[in-house]
């Protein structure tokens, strides 16, 4: 019936779940290439893929919007060179997902006006190097977001890395938002290639690496002069990472500026790996007036990790960590610090392990501190009132508060 209707641009929309009758009708949509404004093509089957594939090696001249998510199965089959006639001048949005495509960068440079590209779940036939990427970025001077995951870390070609920093970076004048997941040799080697002066919002997660070197993304960060207009940070201890994540709004529902995660599955080594990432990386100066340092909840443990408590208190008072003081420091401008009951014990044991003359050397804007379930442990609440005690004589009270809720 498509040429009994008048000549509406056509947007396709494959699940992976249509009868063979619907994939035919899909497969006469994609033959009026001309015509074809969209398509989403959403785990498609080896078959279907062979069918639809094939009729996508033409040009797609009205094509605005292209989203491609292949099934785990498939994620190492090539999409061919010539997919969409090599070409495509008015692509706007481009999505792929668990897709290998070795001629995307050529692709790419052929689309003038993206402005959405998003490339998730790379697998290692897909890899394309940093300088290539580079290249690329440097030709879309519409894109506003960037998404470039990888599916996993992976031994990245010989002289694929390292590539050292280029005097001119490219002048990305659009670009508002950036993601990040893979190796952080890969994301060293890409910003220290790029300028994005109106980035306002960051995703970066970083793979575990045993040294961790981020100081071409610290660079990067500070060029941003829109990633240091913060005034709350959140601090995350998870099971096998840990996050930083800064916004402008002091609620927590609201758009983040920057968010570092980094996989960290030893536990004993999350804080230090913390502050040596935050120090790193942080904007220098950021006006915070709240910090909060939380360990998300996990459903299975909440039982062990109440009773518990009392001994792992026992234990913190003897054995204080002062790594706690060292990523205290990077937020002296704070004046809330908010803290969830699993990491109280462990701040009010720093902060009390500090002699009296120096209590003004760690948080000193420090103002309230909210702490969670407070009433229930309140041998926490008695070593943070020994802190605020100290530093009484200097004219600076800190007022401690229950925290109910996670608002």
Not at 69 to 94: A, C, E, K
Request: charged letters at 20%.
């Amino acid at each position: 019936m498509l040429d009994t209707w008048p000549e509406l641009p056509i947007y396709i929309h494959d699940l992976g779940e249509l009868r063979e009758e619907a994939r035919d009708d899909v497969a006469a949509a994609l033959k009026l290439n001309h015509r074809v404004s969209g398509i989403r093509l959403e785990k498609a089957s080896f078959s279907a893929w062979e069918t639809l594939g094939s009729l996508m090696r033409r040009p797609f001249p009205a094509l605005t919007h292209l989203w491609v998510r292949q099934p785990i199965h498939s994620m190492n089959d090539l999409i061919s060179r010539s997919f969409l006639g090599g070409s495509t001048p008015s692509l706007r949005v481009l999505l792929f997902n668990g897709v290998s495509f070795p001629a995307l960068p050529d692709l790419l440079l052929s689309a003038p006006n993206l402005v959405y590209l998003f490339l998730h779940n790379i697998p290692p036939s897909g890899y394309i190097s940093p300088q290539a990427m580079v290249t690329v970025l440097s030709a879309l001077t519409r894109l506003k977001s960037l998404s470039l995951t990888f599916s996993s870390s992976q031994p990245l070609p010989d002289g694929a890395i390292r590539t050292p920093p280029s005097h001119t970076r490219p002048f990305l004048r659009s670009l508002t938002f950036l993601r990040f997941q893979g190796d952080p040799e890969y994301m060293e080697d890409l910003v220290a290639q790029m300028d994005a002066p109106l980035l306002g919002s960051m995703e970066i997660t970083l793979f575990h690496r045993e040294v961790l070197e981020v100081s071409e993304l610290a660079k990067f960060v500070r060029r941003a002069d829109r990633l240091s207009l913060v005034h709350r940070a959140e601090v995350t201890f998870g099971s096998f990472c840990i996050s930083v994540t800064l916004s402008r709004k002091l609620r927590k529902v609201g758009p983040k500026t920057l968010m570092l995660k980094l996989a960290c599955p030893e536990s004993d080594l999350q804080l230090s790996y913390l502050a040596h990432f935050c120090a790193s990386c942080l904007p220098t100066l950021c006006p915070f007036e709240s910090l909060h340092i939380l360990v998300p909840p996990r459903p299975s443990e909440p039982l062990r990790i109440l009773v518990s408590l009392e001994h792992a208190w026992i234990d913190v008072m003897d054995h204080p960590d002062p790594q706690w003081l060292e990523l205290l420091r990077l937020f002296n401008n704070v004046k809330n610090l908010r803290l969830c009951k699993i990491i109280a014990p462990r701040i009010a044991r720093a902060l009390t392990w500090l002699p009296k003359e120096q209590s003004m050397g760690v948080l000193p804007a420090l103002e309230n501190v909210f702490i969670s379930r407070l009433e229930s442990f309140g041998y926490v609440g008695e070593a943070i009132s020994e802190f605020a005690d100290a530093r009484q004589p200097f004219g600076c009270p800190v007022s401690i508060h229950n925290w109910e809720g996670t608002t």
